[in-house]
């Protein structure tokens, strides 16, 4: 329903401020220390945190030495903190068996001995825009004015489908597509 173009308008209006560089240094001296305690009880090996922009959410660990743990700045300090612990859980997981590990049932019994809680990185607002960037068509249903975005387009007719279900059939209709980026760079030559 209106609902739904409601909620894609405010999305706009909330423009992601760029953490500052104190900011930053600060978060990511706190998960720093985090994790070096960590090391000093679990016995693990150095590794370098990185709080960085350049990740939509979530945290990545390369193995070291030294290893170095990525952690996605769009977060609040909470889930900050719960995607180091998260990483750390895999350095302890590499140390003790190896990378092969994954995500597997001793992964997640030493997460949560961490005090892991969650199980998927969070959804954030950064995410939302790469993935609207990545989304190169739009749909719009006539009938309750929802809206789809997709990488690909559909390929054919689709039904709204929460509109079928209310008894009143809409075909979705295609309200963006690629621009020409041929032509786009002729123009600036
Ligand atoms: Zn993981
Ligand atoms: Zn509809």
Request: charged share 30%; aromatic share 6%; hydrophobic share 40%.
């Amino acid at each position: 329903m209106s609902a739904v173009s409601t909620r894609l308008k405010q999305l706009d209006l909330f423009l992601e401020e760029p953490a500052s560089p104190a900011e930053l240094g600060a978060g990511q001296e706190a998960l720093q220390a985090r994790y070096d305690s960590l090391a000093a009880e679990w016995k693990l090996p150095l590794a370098r945190v990185v709080l960085t922009a350049r990740r939509a959410t979530g945290g990545v660990i390369t193995y070291g030495p030294p290893h170095v743990i990525r952690v996605s700045s769009h977060m609040s300090a909470e889930d900050r903190l719960q995607t180091l612990l998260h990483e750390t859980a895999h350095a302890i997981c590499f140390a003790r068996w190896d990378v092969a590990e994954g995500h597997s049932s001793r992964f997640w019994s030493i997460a949560r001995k961490l005090g892991v809680a969650r199980k998927a990185a969070p959804e954030t607002e950064r995410l939302r825009r790469v993935r609207e960037a990545n989304a190169r068509y739009a749909y719009r249903c006539p009938g309750c004015t929802a809206e789809w975005t997709r990488r690909n387009p559909f390929g054919r007719a689709r039904l709204c489908a929460s509109c079928e279900r209310a008894g009143r059939p809409a075909r979705l209709i295609l309200v963006r597509r690629p621009k020409p980026a041929r032509r786009r760079a002729a123009w600036k030559r």
